[in-house]
């Protein structure tokens, strides 16, 4: 099973971009720690990230064929990214939005995720670990039997 993984805008800046609210912790470790739960439960990953809303659509546009699954981080692109929503909403497996923070307890602005809507789910303000929830959930979900 091949699980896709897009992180958006200024992800990149994870570890070093306003600590106090997305914590110490690098997008290269969240990766490691991606890539170690996915060995453990048996599938692969294919990671991109992107500063550039064109890049991560053609990213899903080139899987397609050959995913299962996605697990997406917009970062800026939650609230304004309508390209981004329609090309989930194309896709035929389950996709999972995540956030590190609890985009609901921070400005009023951030609440709303155009996002949301074209998703099976959303993990969030739980750090890395929301990352690593939304793997687990979204393998579940796609090896369970059809109808439960």
Do not use: C
Not at 36 to 59: P, R
Not at 76 to 98: C, N, R, S, W, Y
């Amino acid at each position: 099973m091949k699980i896709l993984v897009l992180h958006g805008p200024n992800l990149n800046l994870f570890g070093r971009r306003e600590p106090h609210i997305y914590g110490t912790t690098t997008l290269a470790e969240i990766d490691a720690r991606l890539q170690k739960l996915a060995a453990e439960l048996g599938v692969t990953l294919d990671t991109i990230q992107s500063n550039h809303e064109g890049e991560l659509i053609d990213f899903l546009h080139a899987h397609i064929d050959d995913a299962q699954g996605a697990l997406v981080n917009p970062a800026g692109l939650t609230q304004h990214g309508v390209p981004l929503h329609d090309a989930i909403k194309a896709m035929p497996f389950p996709v999972i939005e995540v956030h590190m923070s609890n985009i609901a307890a921070r400005e009023a602005w951030r609440a709303h995720s155009i996002i949301s809507p074209a998703v099976r789910g959303t993990v969030q303000g739980l750090g890395p670990q929301s990352y690593l929830a939304a793997l687990r959930a979204l393998v579940e979900m796609q090896r369970q039997p059809t109808g439960t």
